[in-house]
């Protein structure tokens, strides 16, 4: 599971990357998918160890990024589109950076919680 979080942090850095160019490098929230996926990254890099509770420390760590980066942009994204009421969105590209960060988040949690499952029962039927 470590480099799959690695994968989906370097998606969400790539993600942001384009958000802020697209946005005419100018406005700084753009990148918060960045960070989001550079803590993903870093997360996923330190669970790439041999130690299993080190590894299961930073997959927990990484699986709360995710659920904060889901929290975070997934309730405000849902806002803008309902407050659109079908017009056109003031800032297009900031909405569409916070939707994809907010179901990648969600993908990425689902898939921890789906991880975590399977390594408690792999557990308990060895035991």
Do not use: Q
Request: aromatic share 8%.
């Amino acid at each position: 599971m470590a480099k799959v979080t690695i994968c989906f942090g370097v998606v969400l850095i790539v993600i942001g990357i384009w958000g802020f160019e697209a946005t005419g490098a100018v406005h700084m929230s753009a990148l918060i998918p960045t960070w989001t996926g550079l803590a993903l990254t870093v997360s996923g890099a330190l669970a790439r160890t041999a130690d299993a509770k080190r590894r299961a420390l930073w997959m927990h760590v990484a699986a709360v990024v995710g659920l904060l980066g889901f929290l975070g942009a997934g309730p405000r994204a849902i806002a803008v589109y309902i407050h659109a009421h079908g017009s056109p969105l003031a800032y297009p590209v900031a909405v569409a950076d916070e939707a994809l960060l907010a179901v990648i988040c969600l993908v990425y949690v689902l898939l921890c919680v789906w991880s975590f499952i399977a390594a408690r029962s792999s557990r308990e039927t060895a035991a």
